[in-house]
């Protein structure tokens, strides 16, 4: 069973900065994490793309978040990263990991996402 496993949310002063991990796992040697992007959903709102990489690194930003947010990934761990720099309150939100697991021969692909961790942004 695929897991996606995320770290780093918590409480924060609004202009400080966390960083988010995401971790996937449990997928077989026969397939290989191609996109991974992280989303959030504040309350009451639909669940928006915050930003994205490939397995190359070219990177996708929401215009809210350019500039303060950088996504980075490491291959080897199959990990992604989200760097949040002068967060502000309407950051506050339930963060989640999303990875696109595609098999290494073909084009069988399956999406997956994180339980979510929660970024606290006060005022």
């Known amino acids: 069973q695929v897991q996606l496993v995320e770290s780093g949310g918590g409480l924060v002063q609004a202009g400080g900065s966390l960083t988010l991990s995401c971790a996937a796992s449990?997928?077989?040697?026969?397939?290989?994490?191609?996109?991974m992007g992280w989303y959030r959903q504040a309350p009451g709102k639909q669940r928006v793309l915050v930003a994205s990489?490939?397995?190359?690194?070219?990177?996708n930003y929401a215009d809210s978040v350019k500039g303060r947010f950088t996504i980075s990934r490491d291959n080897a761990k199959n990990m992604v990263y989200l760097q949040m720099n002068s967060l502000k309150p309407e950051d506050t939100a339930v963060y989640y990991c999303?990875?696109?697991?595609?098999?290494?021969?073909?084009?069988?692909?399956?999406?997956?996402w994180g339980q979510g961790t929660q970024v606290t942004v006060s005022s």
């Open positions: 999303n990875a696109d697991i595609t098999s290494r021969v073909g084009t069988t692909s399956y999406n997956y």
């Open positions: 449990e997928f077989g040697s026969a397939f290989r994490v191609n996109v």
């Open positions: 990489i490939t397995r190359g690194s070219s990177t």
